[in-house]
């Protein structure tokens, strides 16, 4: 059985975060190995509250996972954890959703975090998994006057591919991806927006490519299989 390293944050109603995560993980029969990075009180309405775990003990879960085909990083709290993370992740194809907020909208990681992660973290992305607003939040932070040059900024970061997800576009009556690589192509992926409220597609997404990747996919097959299982999910509000 395949293993996928899962970090983030617990979600205690059990829709998003590593809750999704593990959820995704064994709906595509692979095995999830998990280090916690902060233990949060979070539902629908938002985030209660949360408990950061040290960075030494967020490392040494990540050290405890032994071997793993392939990582997803979620929730990463702040810089320090970030380090810690960078430090002691092993080599395998990596996803990276830059959580910035909680579906709800409370702030998940701040300025010297996001910092972090772009330094640290993106230059060794398979693939980043950016929604729209934290793309934009990206391009401010590097600078970037626009989309594209933030884009090619993370590009030049060393990112290998950018997953750009269109679930905050609500006033289209589909939802789009795309997928940018370095070389300057893009493929879009589009299918109608669906009706219903559901807590955590970005997490499914990012766990579902990590699977997909584990399994030897492509990136486009990946991204294919992995919007399938939204879909799915839309079609039960599970
Ligand atoms: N209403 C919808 N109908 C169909 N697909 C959707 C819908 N909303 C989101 N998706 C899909 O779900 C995936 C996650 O995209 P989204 O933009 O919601 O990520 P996200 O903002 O990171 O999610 P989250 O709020 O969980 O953090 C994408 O493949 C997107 O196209
Ligand atoms: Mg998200």
Same mark, same amino acid.
């Given at each position: ?134 793309? *934009? ?80 996919? *492509? ?6 299989? *992995? ?7 839309? *079609?039960?509000?599970?």
């Amino acid at each position: 059985m395949r293993r996928v390293l899962l970090v983030g944050g617990t979600d205690s109603s059990g829709g998003a975060g590593l809750a999704r995560d593990v959820a995704t993980v064994t709906g595509m029969a692979a095995h999830p190995c998990i280090a916690v990075t902060a233990v949060t009180a979070q539902d629908d309405a938002g985030v209660q509250a949360v408990h950061p775990v040290p960075p030494d003990v967020v490392a040494a879960q990540i050290r405890a996972a032994g071997r793993v085909d392939a990582i997803k990083l979620g929730m990463l709290v702040n810089a320090d954890t970030i380090g810690a993370v960078a430090a002691a992740l092993p080599r395998a194809p990596l996803v990276i959703d830059p959580v910035l907020r909680s579906s709800s909208g409370a702030a998940l990681l701040d300025d010297a975090g996001l910092g972090a992660l772009l330094s640290l973290l993106v230059p060794r992305a398979t693939v980043l998994t950016p929604n729209l607003p934290e793309l *934009a939040a990206i391009a401010d932070r590097d600078g970037a006057p626009d989309h594209s040059a933030a884009r090619r900024a993370l590009f030049a970061r060393g990112c290998k591919a950018l997953l750009v997800k269109g679930g905050h576009a609500p006033d289209r009556d589909f939802c789009e991806d795309r997928l940018y690589l370095p070389d300057g192509t893009m493929r879009r992926f589009r299918g109608p927006r669906l009706a219903g409220t559901l807590r955590g597609t970005g997490c499914q997404l990012g766990s579902a490519l990590a699977v997909a990747l584990a399994g030897g996919a *492509a990136l486009p097959d990946a991204v294919a299989r *992995a919007r399938d299982g939204v879909a799915r999910r839309f *079609a039960t509000q599970a």
